[in-house]
């Protein structure tokens, strides 16, 4: 399977390494990667994934990669698409942990990233341009779309918007019956294996975690950590810009509250919490790499030796990354041959148009947001740069061939000698 699609998994470690600028960016890169350098999917195909993974909690950039790896080689090829997307981001947020204390932290210069936002702007006009004409094609979809615009960029830190907007979107499309009719087809058999395991985990830490607690268990922190992370990668909406406070909220303000009753309470310094979820925002792959750096942050201080204690370190590493992505993956895996079932009514195809209108609105909203942070008619060097490079990124994507890696690279470049 590895010589097979050995080309596949290859673009999929190169994207990790690239893929700066959150999951709505992501997208737009992986239309230039998987679609159009390697036609590994379709562009509808693609605005599928992504759209359908919106109504799914967890991490959805991560999930619709999953779901290329699962279209191309099944179960075993998206895990393998999993690991090597999640790996990178992973192992240095969790190398972070350790490396924390032996930073300077006021020499924690992020000048070589101060063109990545603009870069990601120019990634998002691409994919809005290119699926516009996908998904925009008659009035209720132009409606849909500019109403999707508004709402994303007023609610965009709203984690239910992305979501509520796309069911909003399907029930529009339903209104007229007439253009797509009911075919009768026999829906195929569901597996339920892996939904059954998502809620076998989810119920079994949830006992452990609350009677390891109760009744005051040594060593407890692992297994209250895994129900963390577990919980918060299995309901959490919006992705990591929802994730992070959730974290932050769980791991360094909650514990202040409850130290006195609770000693071992799973706990990260507010002042490292904050260093983490700054530093994860500069680098590429998934933002929710940063369970990894808060599993390592709050097992550092267990064992009594150096080595056990970095020993323990390294196993919190582990389990908030497992924690946070297994969710993902099980449900995506789950409910993405219920989805393809239920396409055979039309009811749920003709709400594909409406999703799709959505999912567009969301690109063009996401565009506005990212460059609303960044110095565009200022009279300034930067300004004319940022500009430079938002209409250089889009002509360099639309027009060209160069690949997706080599634009990051060039825009890391300039922010390290400009």
Same mark, same amino acid.
């Given at each position: 399977?590895?010589?097979?699609?050995?080309?596949?998994?290859?673009?999929?470690?190169?994207?990790? +390494?690239?893929?700066?600028? *959150?999951?709505?960016?992501?997208?737009?890169?992986?239309?230039?990667?998987?679609?159009?350098?390697?036609?590994?999917?379709? &562009?509808? &195909?693609?605005?599928?994934? @992504?759209?359908?993974?919106? +109504?799914?909690?967890?991490?959805?950039?991560?999930?619709? !990669?999953?779901?290329?790896?699962?279209?191309?080689?099944?179960?075993?090829?998206?895990?393998?698409? +999993?690991?090597?997307? $999640?790996?990178?981001?992973?192992?240095?947020?969790?190398?972070?942990?350790?490396? !924390?204390?032996?930073?300077?932290?006021?020499? +924690?210069?992020?000048?070589? #990233?101060?063109?990545?936002?603009?870069?990601?702007? *120019?990634?998002?006009?691409?994919?809005?341009?290119?699926?516009?004409?996908?998904?925009?094609? @008659?009035?209720?979809?132009?409606?849909?779309?500019?109403?999707?615009?508004?709402?994303?960029?007023?609610?965009?830190?709203?984690?239910?918007?992305?979501?509520?907007?796309?069911?909003?979107?399907?029930?529009?499309?339903?209104?007229?019956?007439?253009? $797509?009719?009911?075919?009768?087809?026999?829906?195929?058999?569901?597996?339920?294996?892996?939904?059954?395991?998502?809620?076998? $985990? #989810?119920?079994?830490?949830?006992? !452990?975690?609350?009677?390891?607690?109760?009744?005051?268990?040594?060593?407890?922190?692992? $297994? @209250?950590?895994?129900?963390?992370?577990?919980?918060?990668?299995?309901?959490?909406?919006?992705?990591?810009?929802?994730?992070?406070?959730?974290?932050?909220?769980?791991?360094?303000?909650?514990?202040?509250?409850?130290?006195?009753?609770?000693?071992?309470?799973?706990?990260?310094?507010?002042?490292?919490?904050?260093?983490?979820? *700054?530093?994860?925002?500069?680098?590429?792959?998934?933002?929710? %790499?940063?369970? %990894?750096?808060?599993?390592?942050?709050?097992?550092?201080?267990?064992?009594?030796?150096?080595?056990?204690?970095?020993?323990?370190?390294?196993?919190?590493?582990?389990?908030?990354?497992?924690?946070?992505?297994?969710?993902?993956?099980?449900?995506? !895996?789950?409910? #993405?041959?219920?989805?393809?079932?239920?396409?055979?009514?039309?009811?749920?195809?003709?709400?594909?148009?409406?999703? @799709?209108?959505?999912?567009?609105?969301?690109?063009?909203? %996401?565009?506005?947001?990212?460059?609303?942070?960044? %110095?565009?008619?200022?009279?300034?060097?930067?300004?004319?740069?940022?500009?430079?490079?938002?209409?250089?990124?889009?002509?360099?994507?639309?027009?060209?061939?160069?690949?997706?890696?080599?634009?990051?690279?060039?825009?890391?470049?300039?922010?390290?000698?400009?």
């Amino acid at each position: 399977m590895l010589l097979r699609h050995y080309s596949f998994l290859r673009a999929v470690f190169f994207h990790s +390494l690239t893929a700066f600028g *959150g999951p709505q960016a992501h997208i737009a890169m992986m239309l230039k990667t998987f679609v159009h350098r390697h036609p590994y999917v379709t &562009e509808k &195909e693609l605005m599928e994934y @992504n759209a359908f993974c919106q +109504l799914l909690p967890g991490a959805s950039s991560t999930q619709t !990669l999953t779901l290329i790896g699962y279209k191309r080689g099944g179960v075993p090829l998206a895990v393998l698409t +999993l690991i090597i997307w $999640i790996l990178p981001a992973s192992i240095l947020m969790g190398a972070l942990s350790f490396l !924390l204390h032996y930073i300077d932290k006021r020499a +924690l210069d992020t000048d070589i #990233f101060k063109f990545i936002a603009p870069m990601a702007a *120019g990634f998002l006009v691409y994919a809005a341009v290119v699926a516009f004409p996908l998904a925009i094609r @008659n009035t209720i979809t132009w409606v849909i779309m500019i109403a999707g615009t508004i709402a994303t960029y007023l609610l965009f830190k709203q984690p239910w918007i992305f979501p509520l907007l796309i069911v909003l979107g399907g029930v529009a499309t339903n209104i007229s019956r007439k253009r $797509i009719p009911q075919l009768e087809e026999k829906p195929k058999k569901i597996r339920w294996w892996n939904f059954w395991l998502f809620g076998i $985990i #989810f119920i079994l830490a949830g006992i !452990l975690s609350d009677t390891a607690r109760k009744y005051d268990w040594p060593d407890r922190k692992p $297994i @209250n950590l895994f129900e963390n992370t577990y919980r918060m990668g299995s309901l959490v909406f919006g992705g990591g810009q929802v994730l992070m406070p959730l974290m932050y909220e769980q791991f360094s303000v909650r514990p202040e509250a409850i130290k006195e009753k609770d000693k071992d309470v799973v706990q990260i310094d507010k002042e490292e919490m904050y260093t983490g979820m *700054g530093i994860v925002r500069a680098l590429p792959g998934p933002v929710f %790499s940063i369970a %990894s750096f808060a599993g390592g942050m709050a097992l550092k201080d267990m064992g009594s030796t150096p080595e056990e204690r970095n020993m323990m370190q390294l196993l919190g590493c582990l389990i908030g990354t497992v924690g946070i992505f297994l969710p993902s993956a099980l449900l995506v !895996l789950f409910f #993405f041959p219920i989805w393809n079932n239920l396409k055979k009514y039309a009811a749920v195809y003709r709400s594909l148009e409406g999703i @799709n209108a959505v999912v567009v609105g969301i690109m063009i909203a %996401s565009t506005f947001y990212i460059m609303k942070d960044i %110095s565009l008619i200022e009279a300034k060097t930067i300004s004319v740069m940022n500009v430079i490079v938002i209409l250089g990124t889009f002509v360099l994507l639309n027009f060209t061939r160069i690949a997706s890696p080599l634009i990051v690279l060039a825009c890391l470049l300039l922010g390290y000698f400009l």
